[in-house]
Nanobody, 122 residues
Framework: HVQLVESGGGSVQAGGSLRLSCAAS????????MGWFRQAPGKGREGVAA???????KYADSVKGRFIISRDNAKDTLYLQMNNLEPEDTATYYC?????????????????WGQGTQVTVS
């Protein structure tokens, strides 16, 4: 079965950096669209970045130029490098995979999710 496990969250000061990881198993990791999403208290789950099987990436406007999504197919791992973090980036971050064609950026289009990792920026 599909399993996604995030790690790398923590607390940092504004301007700092964190790298999130998402270990994937249970499917052919190299083929499908994967994404990072976040959810702050009282808000809906929003797309942060996505990457398809060919390595094409998409970003939310709020993180363009600061976050980088990447995947290491040999390690079955998805990454999110977060630089110049802002207090507004504080949220629980989730990775997700879509096992259908296409690489959208809405949470409703992704079927499998990790448990989330907390990022706090002060």
């Amino acid at each position: 079965h599909v399993q996604l496990v995030e790690s790398g969250g923590g607390s940092v000061q504004a301007g700092g950096s964190l790298r999130l990881s998402c270990a994937a198993s249970g499917y052919r990791h190299t083929t499908y669209c994967m994404g990072w999403f976040r959810q702050a208290p009282g808000k809906g789950r929003e797309g942060v970045a996505a990457i398809d099987g060919a390595g094409v990436t998409k970003y939310a406007d709020s993180v363009k130029g600061r976050f980088i999504i990447s995947r290491d197919n040999a390690k079955d791992t998805l990454y999110l490098q977060m630089n110049n973090l802002e207090p507004e980036d504080t949220a629980t971050y989730y990775c997700a995979v879509r096992l259908n064609s296409g690489c959208p950026t809405l949470a409703k289009d992704f079927a499998f999710w990790g448990q989330g990792t907390q990022v706090t920026v002060s």
